[in-house]
């Protein structure tokens, strides 16, 4: 505990480029992933060729990058206010004087996902759309800005936003705190001197939680946002007691088995690179004490 106590907390640049990277690693290495889930979601064909799996990856890394640089950012300013430092620490004044509660990790984190939903939806969108009409991610863009209006980019906004509360509370809060009661708790003391393990597991049960939570509201946003028209799904509230009524409850979980293993690996793999800034910070700070 005094240890946890003296750990470090990044600055808000600090975040921006964890966060960056972060989202970057996990989608150039899961981006095929991503692709099955959405055909598996929109009932489409899968890819036949290797770059029809990787279509849509510049659009999708450079913004999932921007969107999970905003994420930590945006956490580590509310985590920061909690913490009575809005601005976070500078290289005098590393140290937090406390450390957050459970409780308030996980609103932190959910808050911050619910604020990155404003970068969030356009991106699913403009995805989803690409790989539907075959064109370049500003290409895309144009084209439904020019049928559509800009408004039109933010389609599904509000269902993204309940999606990225819950995963931001997932990665950045819940897989943290799972992690940590593995690492500390008595009765998983045979884990208490393997990190990696502890880890590993948190980021797989903090992302099957969230996947199953988020997951129907997922499906319903995608159908929508495939749909821009609103000839078949008006709204994501709509669009689920419909898919139920067409497919049962089953089809509200099309593409949840792809989407958990994306949702796992992208917990762990921005989870690691958060604790390894903290600590390696951690580790200068004291070692110019």
């Given at each position: 505990?005094?240890?946890?106590?003296?750990?470090?907390?990044?600055?808000?640049?600090?975040?921006?480029?964890?966060?960056?990277?972060?989202?970057?690693?996990?989608?150039?290495?899961?981006?095929?992933?991503l692709?099955?889930k959405?055909?598996?979601?929109?009932?489409?064909?899968?890819?036949?060729?290797?770059?029809?799996?990787?279509?849509?990856?510049?659009?999708?890394?450079?913004?999932?990058?921007?969107?999970?640089?905003i994420?930590?950012?945006?956490?580590?300013?509310?985590?920061?206010?909690?913490?009575?430092?809005?601005?976070?620490?500078?290289?005098?004044?590393?140290?937090?004087?406390?450390?957050?509660?459970?409780?308030?990790?996980?609103?932190?984190?959910?808050?911050?996902?619910?604020?990155?939903?404003?970068?969030?939806?356009?991106?699913?969108?403009?995805?989803?759309?690409?790989?539907?009409?075959?064109?370049?991610?500003?290409?895309?863009?144009?084209?439904?800005?020019?049928?559509?209006?800009?408004?039109?980019?933010?389609?599904?906004?509000?269902?993204?936003?309940?999606?990225?509360?819950?995963?931001?509370?997932?990665?950045?809060?819940?897989?943290?705190?799972?992690?940590?009661?593995?690492?500390?708790?008595?009765?998983?003391?045979?884990?208490?001197?393997?990190?990696?393990?502890?880890g590993?597991?948190?980021?797989?049960?903090?992302?099957?939680?969230?996947?199953?939570?988020?997951?129907?509201?997922?499906?319903?946003?995608?159908?929508?946002?495939?749909?821009?028209?609103?000839?078949?799904?008006?709204?994501?509230?709509?669009?689920?007691?419909?898919?139920?009524?067409?497919?049962?409850?089953?089809?509200?979980?099309?593409?949840?088995?792809?989407?958990?293993?994306?949702?796992?690996g992208?917990?762990?793999v921005?989870?690691?690179?958060?604790?390894?800034?903290?600590?390696?910070?951690?580790?200068?700070?004291?070692?110019?004490?």
């Open positions: 505990p005094d240890a946890q106590r003296t750990r470090a907390s990044l600055s808000s640049l600090e975040n921006l480029g964890v966060g960056a990277l972060g989202g970057t690693i996990e989608t150039c290495l899961q981006m095929p992933v692709t099955y959405f055909c598996l979601q929109e009932g489409r064909p899968l890819p036949r060729t290797i770059p029809d799996w990787y279509r849509g990856l510049s659009i999708q890394a450079g913004m999932v990058a921007s969107l999970t640089a994420q930590f950012a945006v956490n580590g300013f509310l985590q920061n206010l909690v913490l009575n430092s809005p601005w976070g620490s500078n290289h005098e004044i590393p140290m937090t004087s406390r450390e957050l509660s459970d409780a308030e990790t996980m609103c932190t984190a959910a808050g911050a996902g619910a604020i990155s939903a404003v970068v969030c939806s356009p991106v699913d969108l403009i995805t989803i759309q690409q790989q539907k009409m075959k064109l370049g991610p500003w290409l895309t863009a144009g084209r439904l800005v020019e049928c559509h209006g800009v408004v039109s980019l933010f389609r599904g906004l509000a269902s993204c936003a309940v999606r990225e509360s819950v995963y931001t509370c997932g990665y950045l809060g819940l897989a943290p705190v799972i992690t940590s009661q593995i690492l500390t708790n008595e009765r998983f003391r045979m884990l208490s001197d393997k990190p990696l393990i502890a590993i597991s948190g980021a797989c049960v903090a992302g099957t939680i969230a996947a199953i939570i988020t997951h129907p509201v997922d499906t319903a946003k995608t159908c929508v946002q495939s749909d821009m028209m609103g000839r078949s799904w008006r709204s994501a509230l709509s669009a689920i007691p419909k898919l139920i009524e067409t497919g049962g409850i089953n089809s509200l979980y099309r593409g949840m088995l792809p989407r958990t293993v994306r949702m796992c992208a917990f762990f921005c989870m690691v690179l958060r604790d390894t800034a903290v600590e390696y910070k951690t580790a200068s700070i004291g070692s110019r004490a």
